[in-house]
């Protein structure tokens, strides 16, 4: 069969002008995370699609190497980028089933001395190495001036080696105007020289940070909006610095400083993540600064300086809701329309959390709740707690693990006089779905329920109606979960009280 269609005539494809192939070209490299890749394939299309490719600039100014990639090949595509501004992605991270060798090093440490040369052409920088080796960062770190990239907005440096501490050398870069800095257990000095009044977002640590290098920061980005001071792989130390450390002299004086010239005023999220003395921090911000959301993790236990920093007492009178997680690892403050948020996390910290929260000097602060979400574990905690009512809730909820259910019982007495619902969370721990059984909901409405809802049961506690639930995670866990509570309430031979609570759980649903 003879073919219909002339040979000599073009494409249709042929027949688009160059600026709808640049929007062709630039659009197809969005959609693959292997950019280098992407642009080979478009540039062994056809001689036309080659030839516009290798010209035009704006298709190369992604580079983006990680381990295993060709040198060469990142080079070339530098070259490509003529003079157009680039942002350059450089991660030493070690591949898939095999450590890093010395040759991957001496890769990225060929890929990042070229780039740094064409330092007056980048606008973001991106390195993450997790193996540190000083003479990769060689052109960074300097003690003269510091190497100016005038058209550098964006900058991230990570050390994600845990075994190594960086060089006392700092990070010095020239760009007096970022928009986003990330300095993660490397030093950097001379803020100045990189904050100003375009720089919205800063995330440093990994290291010591000297308070006056803070304080330095927040002058030089009045702008700032995000704040975050940790790392994950080193911990954060802050250093008072300052003249006279012993005495409050100076840290007022910086305080004043800041208030001077508004610092902090734009500052909308503030974390700490696994950082030593962030009291230091919270001695030297304006007092007129209301932060919407604070963030706090921790490993280990809060020192006693974690309530300062998150600002907590300064939510009183506006708190509507709390969640302790269970175990208490995780807490989360929320005011009426969540405009302001606080979370903190800590692997051991146990009841002390409950303790600081409901304490006589803060008070206050659970005067306005509505909603409260708490474990089993902290229940009784809450109970002795010199709280003695809260009077404007009206939803509780109790995790209860069903592979823990001891608790001991609570000597005082809170009071929740306006409570109207009440949500029991089980979670059946390490038991399995088909040991989900009447045995085990027996337990659980035994050990864990009945005492709660005796508890809200005395008078001038919860109203009298109020409505209580039991939740599983859905699917088999519900109904093994149903039908055990729909047999407990069936069995004339069961204690009155459980058949009771299982009716209603039953009827309730889960």
Not at 378 to 387: G, I, K
């Amino acid at each position: 069969m003879q073919s219909s269609i002339d040979p000599t005539l073009s494409a249709p494809v042929d027949k688009l002008n160059d600026d709808l192939l640049s929007i062709i070209f630039l659009e197809t490299c969005t959609l693959s995370d292997d950019q280098l890749q992407v642009r080979t394939v478009l540039s062994h299309v056809c001689h036309r699609w080659r030839n516009y490719a290798l010209a035009c600039a704006s298709l190369w100014t992604n580079i983006d190497w990680r381990t295993g990639m060709s040198v060469e090949r990142a080079l070339v595509y530098l070259d490509r980028s003529a003079a157009a501004h680039i942002a350059v992605s450089i991660r030493m991270i070690h591949p898939p089933r095999r450590a890093l060798s010395a040759a991957d090093i001496s890769d990225c440490r060929s890929v990042l001395h070229n780039v740094v040369e064409a330092y007056g052409r980048i606008s973001n920088l991106q390195v993450t190495v997790e193996y540190w080796d000083e003479g990769v960062f060689a052109p960074l770190l300097r003690r003269d001036e510091p190497l100016s990239m005038p058209h550098l907005q964006s900058l991230a440096v990570s050390n994600w080696d845990a075994t190594a501490q960086t060089t006392s050398r700092p990070i010095r870069i020239g760009a007096s105007n970022l928009r986003e800095i990330t300095i993660d257990s490397c030093r950097v000095r001379a803020w100045p020289t990189l904050a100003g009044q375009n720089t919205t977002r800063v995330h440093i640590g990994g290291f010591t940070l000297m308070l006056s290098d803070l304080v330095l920061l927040l002058l030089s980005a009045p702008n700032l909006s995000h704040l975050s001071i940790g790392a994950v792989c080193h911990e954060t130390f802050l250093a008072n610095d300052l003249p006279d450390p012993t005495s409050d002299t100076s840290l007022n004086s910086a305080r004043s400083q800041l208030s001077a010239a508004q610092a902090c005023r734009r500052l909308q999220h503030l974390d700490g993540q696994h950082a030593v003395n962030l009291g230091l921090l919270c001695a030297v911000l304006p007092t007129t600064v209301e932060i919407p959301y604070i963030g706090l993790i921790q490993s280990g236990r809060f020192n006693d300086d974690w309530m300062t920093f998150l600002s907590i007492e300064s939510m009183a009178g506006h708190v509507s809701e709390i969640i302790i997680a269970p175990h208490a690892h995780l807490v989360l403050i929320y005011s009426g329309d969540q405009s302001v948020r606080r979370l903190s996390y800590s692997g051991s910290w146990g009841a002390y959390v409950v303790h600081s929260l409901f304490s006589v000097p803060r008070a206050t602060l659970c005067m306005t709740v509505r909603r409260l979400s708490i474990g089993f574990a902290q229940w009784p905690v809450l109970l002795d707690s010199d709280v003695r009512e809260l009077p404007d809730l009206r939803s509780l909820n109790i995790r209860i693990d069903v592979d823990k259910l001891d608790s001991r019982p609570a000597e005082h007495r809170v009071r929740f006089p306006a409570l109207k619902e009440l949500d029991l969370d089980i979670d059946r721990g390490y038991y399995s779905y088909a040991m989900f059984s009447t045995r085990l909901v027996r337990s659980v409405i035994l050990l864990a329920i009945i005492p709660i809802v005796r508890y809200l049961e005395q008078p001038g506690n919860a109203d009298a109606d109020f409505r209580y639930r039991a939740w599983t995670m859905g699917g088999v866990a519900e109904t093994a979960f149903r039908e055990s509570c729909e047999e407990l309430a069936g069995d004339d031979s069961e204690d009155e009280t459980v058949r009771t609570v299982a009716r209603r759980l039953g009827e309730s649903g889960t």
